[in-house]
């Protein structure tokens, strides 16, 4: 453990993880690691790619990113994680709209590709988007961790660490439609579609850093399970502690219940 201010810094594995005191400062502090890395890409490549989650997690993040002066918006192409099929893009859950929003209505970035959820073809759509997607060779994202331990919309039911797909289609579980009405996306389960198209999370992996901002007292449980539990797909984001370059921003209310396992766990290293 490392302490900087009121900042604790801790290592499980290979995952880095930062704790900040309140859910602002977070965010904050995982926009500026973002930032530091887009204008390090930005000096060796004219363009690079870069994937963006959605989701109440990532709000205070995308605007304190959004805020930063000096960006290279210009030189990014822009992805993202999963939408769900069948969803207008001008429903207020839709991640296309979502990052409208708070992202692309803000900055100019250079091109930004959306998933088509409401394309006639889910599967051609998802191989159209895995092609654009490996073209493009993402070297950043920005994502988030579910209630049910999901990276993108890889629930445990349906996340495969050694997918040959790089998009694919999904069945939602409950316990993941229940957190999106939880959030005040839809009024009611029912109104949350069964179906999704998601990046995979071998494709995810393949992204040289990963920033994952998981604040408040939701995600203090699925936090334990993240760090504390065996690497398997019944918790997707065990695999993060695998990454060579991952970094897990939490606040007091996400990292409630991982305090005597940071400080007193033999895994548990230097900052």
């Known amino acids: 453990m490392t302490q900087n201010g009121d900042v604790q810094q801790y290592l499980v594995e290979k995952l880095k ?3 900040h005191p309140t859910r602002d400062a977070a965010a904050v502090a995982a926009a500026e690691s973002a930032a530091s890395s887009l204008m390090q890409l930005a000096k060796a490549n004219p363009e690079f790619a870069m994937i963006f989650a959605t989701g109440a997690s990532q709000l205070g993040t995308l605007q304190a990113l959004t805020q930063t002066p000096g960006l290279p918006w210009g030189q990014i192409r822009g992805f993202h994680l999963d939408e769900y099929i069948g969803l207008s893009p001008n429903h207020p859950a839709s991640f296309r709209r979502y990052l409208r929003d708070n992202l692309t209505r803000k900055v100019k970035m250079k091109e930004f590709f959306e998933i088509d959820g409401t394309a006639s073809d889910p599967e051609q759509a998802c191989k159209d988007y895995a092609a654009l997607l490996r073209a493009a060779n993402p070297q950043l994202c920005l994502l988030g961790i579910g209630e049910n331990g999901h990276l993108a919309f890889n629930d445990p039911d349906v996340a495969d660490f050694n ?6 289609v999904v069945q939602l579980d409950t316990m993941c439609r229940l957190q999106q009405t939880a959030e005040g996306w839809f009024n009611s389960l029912e109104e949350v579609p069964a179906r999704a198209m998601t990046i995979t999370i071998p494709a995810l992996f393949r ?5 994952a901002s998981v604040p408040g007292p939701r995600k203090a449980a699925i ?6 539990d065996s690497i398997s797909t019944a918790c997707p984001a065990t ?7 991952a970094t897990l921003y939490l606040d007091r209310d996400s990292s409630a219940q991982v305090m ?3 400080r007193f766990s033999t895994v548990a290293g230097r900052g």
């Open 260 to 262: 005597d396992f940071l």
């Open 163 to 168: 997918d040959p797909l790089d998009v694919k």
């Open 239 to 245: 695999l993060l502690r695998t990454h060579p370059n």
């Open 223 to 228: 936090i334990r399970r993240t760090l504390e």
């Open 17 to 19: 993880i930062e704790i």
């Open 207 to 211: 992204v040289p850093k990963l920033i």
